[in-house]
């Protein structure tokens, strides 16, 4: 049997990566992790200053548990780190009764039981002036939801692992990983790499490590705005929870943390297709921005409606917009994590938590059946 580096590996030290990396070296096995960039770093998914966390789900219930377990994660990791990364300064989803993503929210309250306040028109306008509304508007205030700092979380994972013995390999590319009966080799171009196990958490890159997946994942490049407050003091964490209305022209929005500016991003179809992650556009033209400037003059009237700063990211997404989360095909040596759609950042550490269970036990408490790599998933063109 041929000599093995470390008991696992994690390629892609990533937003979900990174958590693999820390639940792996939780449980005391020797890991290592391998990012062709640093850690943290903003060239993919991870970037942007805030990820929207909550409890309850604009798209399906089944992530409702997810979120549960990755805000015990979460407050794990403060723990560990001594670190404040997730604030819970509530959610408020605005939009019409009859809109997709209210009755899904509402599907997940009732599902579980979630606590949550409903506020109508008037209540909205009366609380949130910040927000523009119309006749038949509702709101509902989700007390468990705020906003993460992307890039502390990971560093902080990141660096958890390492104090509990993990090694990470940054500006190392992984150029291919290999199964045998013995272990898995992890290619890269100074030497291959030895291990029993792997995660593979390569984020927009994932297919290229994984072949099964070619054609399944279709990245994009989501961007984020930042417009200035004419009264930066009523945006602060504690009067202007993070916010989303999703319809056809719809945003989420941020609390200001500079002061000054609150981010923006839109949800509409405005995501361009990223043909090669390697070539991320990173520059916003200022026709891009424009329908989002539309949208932040139509409903956030306190922000002036141009752009004082951009930026420009990607992610993997699946034709069902669901993450990928299982073994690679015909093995239990290799556990594939990507393709989150959107989604991924808020239940990062509970996907990081159910790929070390599966990875190590062979199964996981976690119902990943939704997002089994092997589903009837369509193709991108
Ligand atoms: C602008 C934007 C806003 C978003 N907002 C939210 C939000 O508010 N809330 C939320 O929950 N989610 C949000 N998301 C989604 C979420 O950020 C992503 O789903 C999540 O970050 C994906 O994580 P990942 O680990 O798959 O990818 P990444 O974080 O990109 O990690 C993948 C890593 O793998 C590395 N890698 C890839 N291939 C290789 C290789 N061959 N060798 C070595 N390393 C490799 C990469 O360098 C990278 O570090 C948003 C996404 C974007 C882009």
New binding site residues.
């Given amino acids: 049997m041929s000599q093995h580096d470390a008991e696992a590996a994690v390629?892609?030290?990533?937003?979900?990566?990174?958590m693999a990396l820390w639940r792996l070296a939780g449980r005391g096995v020797a890991v290592h992790g391998?990012?062709?960039?640093g850690?943290?770093?903003d060239?993919?998914?991870?970037?942007?200053e805030?990820?929207?966390?909550r409890s309850t789900s604009p798209r399906e219930p089944v992530y409702v548990p997810f979120g549960a377990a990755a805000l015990t994660l979460w407050r794990e990791l403060e723990a560990q780190t001594g670190r404040e990364l997730l604030r819970l300064n509530g959610e408020l989803v605005l939009g019409p009764a009859s809109a997709a993503h209210i009755v899904n929210v509402l599907e997940s309250v009732r599902a579980y039981g979630l606590e949550h306040e409903l506020l109508d028109t008037e209540q909205i306008a009366a609380r949130y002036p910040q927000h523009r509304v119309w006749p038949g508007d509702i709101g509902i205030l989700d007390p468990n939801a705020g906003?993460?700092r992307?890039e502390l979380a990971?560093l902080s994972a990141a660096q958890r692992a390492q104090e509990l013995g993990a090694v990470v390999h940054t500006y190392?590319?992984?150029?291919r990983v290999e199964i045998d009966a013995d272990g898995v080799s992890v290619v890269?171009e100074d030497r291959t790499f030895r291990y029993g196990r792997v995660i593979v958490?390569?984020?927009?890159?994932?297919d290229?490590?994984a072949p099964e997946l070619a054609g399944k994942i279709q990245v994009?490049?989501?961007?984020?705005v930042w417009y200035a407050a004419d009264d930066p003091a009523a945006y602060t964490p504690e009067r202007f929870p993070?916010a989303l209305r999703p319809e056809d022209d719809g945003f989420?929005a941020f609390p200001s943390l500079d002061g000054a500016t609150v981010k923006v991003?839109p949800t509409g179809p405005f995501k361009q297709v990223v043909p090669d992650?390697d070539l991320l556009e990173r520059t916003v033209g200022i026709d891009e921005v424009r329908t989002l400037d539309a949208i932040v003059a139509r409903c956030l009237p306190g922000l002036h409606p141009d752009p004082v700063r951009v930026?420009?990211?990607?992610?993997?997404y699946t034709s069902d917009n669901r993450?990928i989360a299982g073994f690679a095909a015909g093995t239990d040596r290799v556990v594939l994590?990507?393709?989150?759609?959107?989604?991924?950042?808020?239940?990062?550490p509970a996907f990081g938590e159910a790929g070390t269970e599966l990875l190590l036990d062979g199964s996981t408490t976690f119902d990943l059946k939704p997002f089994a790599p092997d589903r009837d998933l369509a193709a991108w063109d």
């Avoid at 390629?11 to 990174?18: D, E, F, L, N, P």
């Avoid at 994009?220 to 984020?224: E, K, N, S, T, V």
Wanted: charged share 10%; no cysteine; net charge positive.
């Fill in positions: 390629i892609g030290v990533g937003s979900i990566g990174s391998f990012d062709q960039f850690v943290p770093h060239r993919s998914a991870m970037g942007g805030t990820r929207m966390f906003y993460l992307p990971v190392t590319p992984v150029l890269t958490a390569g984020g927009p890159w994932v290229r490590l994009r490049r989501p961007i984020l993070i989420y991003g992650p930026s420009a990211h990607m992610d993997g993450p994590l990507g393709g989150f759609s959107g989604l991924g950042f808020k239940y990062a």
